[in-house]
């Protein structure tokens, strides 16, 4: 049983960097597509980005394009999400999600989160 772990969170500055880190245990990450995703306090989870399994390729919400940036390494097990200039509205609840499939919203296996605090 595939299971994720989001770390990297924290509380930063606007305009600042942060790497957030979903690592996999119980199987391997290789043919999974991971996405990332956020929740806001009072708003509903959103999609910020995917990478698919075989191709690699990328997508992201236009809220994050040329700011966050999602990588994987599968021979950790890890996909990053790379976010500069962070901003306010950038706080929220992120969390990792996996589909042997491919991206989409209602993803197979999720992690817990992580937080990200954008403030001064």
């Known amino acids: 049983q595939l299971q994720l772990v989001e770390s990297g969170g924290g509380l930063v500055q606007p305009g600042g960097s942060l790497r957030l880190s979903c690592t996999a245990s119980g199987s391997t990450l290789d043919y999974f597509a991971v996405g990332w995703f956020r929740q806001a306090p009072g708003k509903e989870r959103e999609g910020v980005s995917c990478?698919?399994?075989?191709?690699?390729?990328?997508n992201y919400a236009d809220s994050v394009k040329g700011r966050f940036t999602i990588s994987r390494d599968n021979a950790r097990g890890t996909v990053y999400l790379h976010m500069k200039s962070l901003q306010p509205e950038d706080t929220a609840v992120y969390y990792c999600?996996?589909?042997?499939?491919?991206?989409?919203?209602?993803?197979?296996?999720w992690g817990k989160g992580t937080l990200v605090i954008v403030s001064s």
């Open positions: 990478i698919s399994s075989v191709s690699g390729s990328t």
């Open positions: 999600a996996a589909d042997p499939g491919y991206c989409r919203s209602s993803m197979d296996y």
